[in-house]
C-alpha cells in the first residue's frame, strides 16, 4: 500500500476514535447504558493508540530508541494507572482521579514543549504555532501542579482548609502577567515575526513561562477549601481537555483537537452546573471562597439554644416512624460511614420503616461521588433520591436524619440576606422531626450559624458520623 | 492562516458544540462516572506522546516523550479502569429507576 493510503486508513482510525468517545459519553446519559458507553470508550481509544503505532511503523520512521521508549513508558504508566484504579479505596477515588487529571494535563504540556524545541529555526515555527504551544504548555502546567494540589489536600496531605498564598491576589496576577508577556515574545520572536529571538533565549522563555503556569496552579488552588475541591477539580479536568486539544493543533492532530474540545466542553458543563447548586460563581470561588473556612467556631450561637438527643432516644424515633429520609453530606464521606449507614437504614427497614436517602448535587467531595459511595455500600438504586424529587416528600417524612451535611440543609437560605441565599437546598425542617449526627456545633464551609439546629423539631447527635450511626444501629438493634 | 489550521479549528468548535449538546444531558447522579469518563478521553494526548518520541533525536526529548508516554499511558489505562469499577458498582442494582432526573441548572 502506498503512504498515502495508510494516512487514509490512519485518519479514519482516529475518526473512529473520536466517534466512539461522543457515542460513549452519549451513553453516560442512563445507569442502565452507562458502563457500555465506557467500554465503547476504551475500544474508540485503543483503536486511536494502535493505528498511531501501525501508521508509525508503516512509515519505518520508528527507531530503537522510540520503540523501547514507547513499550517501556507505556508499559510503566498503563501499569501503574491499573494497579492504582484496581486496588483504590471508593472513598479515596476523588483524589485518584484528580492525579490522573495531572498527569493528563503534565503529558498535554510535554509534547507542546517538545514539539517547540523541536521545530525552532525551522519554517514550521510560525505565529500560529506559537500560540498553541504557549497556551498548551501554560493549561497543562497550571492543570498538572493545579491538580496535584487538589489530590494532596483530598487525600488530606495537605490541610483542606484555604491556605493564604505570600502576596495574595498580586501573586496571582503577577505569574498571570509574566505567562501574557511570555507568550507575546514568543508570538513576536516567531519565524516571519518582527523580532528576531536566539533560540536559547526562546527555549529559556519558555521554561520561565512553563514556570510560572506550574506556580500559578499551586498559588490558585491552595486558597481554596476542600468543600469546593469538586468544582475545582471539574474544572480543572475542562483544563485538561483544553490543553489536550492545543497540543493536537501543535502536532495537526484531528483526534486529540476532537477529543480535547469534547471533555474541555465536558468539564465546563459540570463545573457550572456544581458552581450553580450552591449558589456561587465559578469566579468567586476561584477568587478564594467564604472567608469562614471550615468549622472552627464553636458555641451554639446567637440563633437560640439547641436540644441535644441521646442515642436510645433517636433510635426510638427512628425505630418507631413509618417514613425516613436520610441526608449524608460530605461529613458522612469524609469519615467514610457509608457502610455504617447502609447497616442502620437495613435495620430499620427489617422493621418496616420506609427508608429513602435524599441526595443534593454537591453531597460529596465530587458531583454524584455521594451516589457512587452508597452504591458501592450496596445501597439500592432506586432508593437514592435527587433533591427536586425528595423534597415534596419531606411533608409525610417522620423523621429526617441529618448525616454530615450542613449548609445543604440550612433553611436560611430561602431568605436573602444570606450568605447563601439563593442556593437550592434540601427541606429537611419540613420533616415532623430531625435528627441531625455532628461532631460539634462547627459551622460549615458558609461559615454561618445553620437555623436547623436550632429548630424546636431538631435533635442534636453530637458524635462522629462512623460511630454515631454504629451505635444507632446496635441501639436499634437491642429494641 | 493556512487551510489545514482554518480545517482544524472548525472541527475545535464544532467538537465543543457536540460536547456541550451530548454532556448537558447527563442526570446528576452519574456525573462523578462522567467526569472520570471524561478525564480518561483527554488521555487520548498519548496518542501526541507516541508521535513526539517517534520524532525524538535527542537525549532532551527522548526524556520528555519517555515522560510523557508515561503520563499519558497512567491517564488513559488508569482512568478507564476507574470508570468501570464505578460504574460496575451502578449495574448491581436490580432495576434502576428509567428516567433518573432530569437533567439541571441549565
Known amino acids: ?479 | 492562516m493556512s487551510q489545514e489550521l482554518l480545517t482544524a479549528i472548525a472541527l475545535f468548535v464544532l467538537a465543543v458544540l457536540v460536547g456541550f449538546e451530548v454532556i448537558s444531558k447527563v442526570p446528576a447522579t452519574l456525573h462523578t462516572p462522567l467526569m472520570s469518563g471524561a478525564n480518561s478521553i483527554h488521555g487520548i494526548v498519548l496518542v501526541g506522546a507516541i508521535l513526539i518520541a517517534a520524532l525524538a533525536h535527542d537525549p532532551l526529548s527522548y526524556l520528555l516523550a519517555f515522560i510523557a508516554v508515561v503520563f499519558g499511558a497512567m491517564n488513559v489505562v488508569g482512568g478507564y479502569v476507574v470508570t468501570d469499577r464505578m460504574l460496575q458498582m451502578f449495574r448491581k442494582r436490580e432495576t434502576p429507576k428509567a428516567p433518573a432526573a432530569e437533567p439541571k441548572g441549565q
Not at chain 1, 468517545?21 to 485503543?46: D, E, K
Open chain 1, 1 to 479: 500500500m502506498s503512504q498515502e493510503w495508510v494516512y487514509t486508513l490512519v485518519f479514519l482510525a482516529w475518526l473512529l476514535g473520536a466517534a466512539a468517545f461522543v457515542i460513549g459519553l452519549h451513553q453516560m446519559n442512563s445507569p442502565a447504558t452507562a458502563r457500555q458507553g465506557n467500554r465503547i470508550s476504551a475500544v474508540g481509544m485503543a483503536v486511536a493508540v494502535i493505528a498511531t503505532v501501525v501508521w508509525l511503523v508503516s512509515l519505518g520512521v520508528l527507531r530503537t530508541e522510540a520503540i523501547l521508549i514507547i513499550v517501556v513508558g507505556g508499559a510503566i504508566g498503563g501499569g501503574a494507572g491499573w494497579w492504582l484504579a484496581r486496588t483504590v479505596k471508593m472513598t479515596a477515588m476523588p483524589q485518584l482521579v484528580s492525579l490522573f487529571n495531572a498527569v493528563g494535563g503534565g503529558a498535554a504540556a510535554l509534547v507542546a514543549i517538545d514539539d517547540y524545541i523541536r521545530v525552532q529555526g525551522t519554517p514550521e515555527e510560525s505565529i500560529s504555532t506559537a500560540i498553541f504551544v504557549v497556551l498548551g504548555a501554560v493549561i497543562g502546567s497550571v492543570t498538572f501542579s493545579g491538580s496535584l494540589i487538589a489530590s494532596g489536600k483530598l487525600m488530606g496531605r495537605i490541610s483542606g482548609k484555604p491556605i493564604p498564598v505570600p502576596g495574595g491576589r498580586i501573586t496571582t496576577l503577577g505569574l498571570a502577567a509574566l505567562t501574557v508577556l511570555g507568550l507575546l515574545l514568543l508570538v513576536l520572536g516567531a519565524d516571519g515575526g518582527p523580532l528576531t529571538l536566539d533560540p536559547t533565549v526562546k527555549n529559556l522563555v519558555l521554561l520561565g513561562i512553563v514556570a510560572a503556569a506550574l506556580t500559578f496552579g499551586v498559588a490558585m488552588v491552595l486558597p481554596i477549601g476542600g468543600a469546593d475541591m469538586p468544582v475545582v477539580i471539574s474544572l480543572l479536568n475542562s483544563f485538561t481537555g483544553t490543553a489536550a486539544a492545543m497540543a493536537g493543533f501543535v502536532i495537526n492532530n484531528p483526534v486529540l483537537i476532537v477529543a480535547g474540545a469534547l471533555v474541555g466542553a465536558a468539564g465546563g458543563i459540570l463545573t457550572k452546573l456544581m458552581a450553580d447548586a450552591m449558589n456561587r460563581s465559578i469566579m468567586n470561588i476561584i477568587a478564594g471562597g467564604f472567608g469562614g473556612g471550615e468549622g472552627t467556631v464553636a458555641a451554639a450561637g446567637e440563633g437560640g439554644s439547641v436540644r441535644e438527643l441521646g442515642v436510645d432516644d433517636a433510635a426510638i424515633q427512628l425505630a418507631y416512624a413509618s417514613k425516613v429520609i436520610i441526608v449524608p453530606g460530605y461529613g458522612l464521606a469524609v469519615a467514610q460511614a457509608q457502610h455504617a449507614v447502609r447497616e442502620l437504614a437495613e435495620q430499620l427497614e427489617s422493621r418496616g420503616v420506609e427508608v429513602s436517602y435524599a441526595i443534593h448535587p454537591v453531597a460529596g467531595r465530587m458531583p454524584g461521588h455521594m451516589n457512587v459511595l452508597l452504591a458501592e455500600a450496596n445501597v439500592p438504586y432506586p432508593a437514592l433520591r435527587e433533591m427536586e424529587d425528595i423534597n415534596p416528600e419531606f411533608d409525610r417524612t417522620d423523621v429526617a436524619l441529618v448525616v454530615g451535611a450542613n449548609d445543604v440543609t440550612n433553611p436560611s437560605a430561602r431568605r436573602p440576606g444570606s450568605a447563601i441565599s439563593g442556593m437550592p437546598i434540601l427541606d429537611v425542617d419540613h420533616a415532623k422531626a430531625i435528627i441531625v449526627i455532628k461532631r460539634s456545633m462547627g459551622r460549615g464551609y458558609a461559615g454561618i450559624d445553620n437555623e436547623l439546629y436550632t429548630n424546636t423539631k431538631t435533635g442534636m447527635l453530637f458524635a462522629d458520623a462512623k460511630d454515631g450511626l454504629a451505635a444507632l444501629t446496635a441501639a436499634v438493634k437491642g429494641l
